[in-house]
Nanobody, 123 residues
Framework: QVQLVESGGGLVQAGGSLRLSCAASGRTFSSYAMGWFRQAPGKERDFVAAVSRSGRITYYSDSVKGRFTISKDNAKNTIYLQMNNLKPEDTAVYYC????????????????WGQGTQVTVSS
């Protein structure tokens, strides 16, 4: 069982930056690939970024590539999402997720989810 708690969301102007954190419980964090997803009102939950179990391999959606950076610190049981040059269309609830396997961009393949943190980007 893994429990995930996101933090770091907030209100920021377009062009600004935020860093999201996701702290995980459990002793086998290094066995889990991790992902960030987001969901805007009235829309489906979309893939944002994923990181491998070791933290060495990362994946991004085209919409955030070059602006967002995902990282994983197995010593701290935490992943991060550094978001730069934010745009109004990045506004959503951001969720972190854990998968006891290799990385994936499919939300249905993740077993554990956090409660989400709101990110709002004003124009």
């Amino acid at each position: 069982q893994v429990q995930l708690v996101e933090s770091g969301g907030g209100l920021v102007q377009a062009g600004g930056s935020l860093r999201l954190s996701c702290a995980a419980s459990g002793r086998t964090f290094s066995s889990y690939a991790m992902g960030w997803f987001r969901q805007a009102p009235g829309k489906e939950r979309d893939f944002v970024a994923a990181v491998s179990r070791s933290g060495r391999i990362t994946y991004y959606s085209d919409s955030v590539k070059g602006r967002f950076t995902i990282s994983k610190d197995n010593a701290k049981n935490t992943i991060y999402l550094q978001m730069n040059n934010l745009k109004p269309e990045d506004t959503a609830v951001y969720y972190c997720a854990a998968r006891y396997s290799i990385s994936s961009s499919l939300s249905t393949e993740y077993e554990y989810w956090g409660q989400g943190t709101q990110v709002t980007v004003s124009s």
